[in-house]
């Protein structure tokens, strides 16, 4: 068993492939939506799967670099922060994950809340 695995507050939610690249998948975790984005460097991310400006859904967007642009009113929302890029205002949540062995795994502290 793995160090992550062996550990509570991790849950594996995908592997990476299960991801497309340039793309995100979104899981449900109670009334949330949770977007997780994967970028041509393999890096992913995960973020509330609603846009800052008027809900849109990231998950649809596209993603350039560490970047989502939203689908609805081209809004640019850094993945890594989850807040809009100059000029516009706004973050959504952030949610920590970790890759290990391809999986992805998210940190179930941030899941309490729901
Ligand atoms: S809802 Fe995303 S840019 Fe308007």
Not at 19 to 35: D, M
Not at 50 to 69: A, F, M, N, W
Request: some cysteine.
């Amino acid at each position: 068993m793995s160090e992550l695995t062996s550990q509570k507050k991790w849950i594996q939610v995908a592997a990476i492939e299960d991801i497309p690249i340039l793309g995100a998948r979104v899981i449900q975790a109670k009334e949330t939506r949770i977007a997780i984005f994967r970028n041509t460097e393999n890096e992913v991310f995960a973020l509330e799967d609603r846009c800052p400006h008027k809900g849109g859904p990231l998950s649809q967007g596209i993603v350039h670099g560490t970047t989502v642009t939203c689908p609805l009113h081209a809004w640019n929302i850094n993945l890594d922060k989850g807040c809009a890029l100059e000029p516009d205002e706004g973050c959504v949540k952030t949610y920590e994950l970790k890759v290990e062995a391809s999986l992805i795994w998210l940190n179930s502290d941030c899941l309490s809340e729901f």
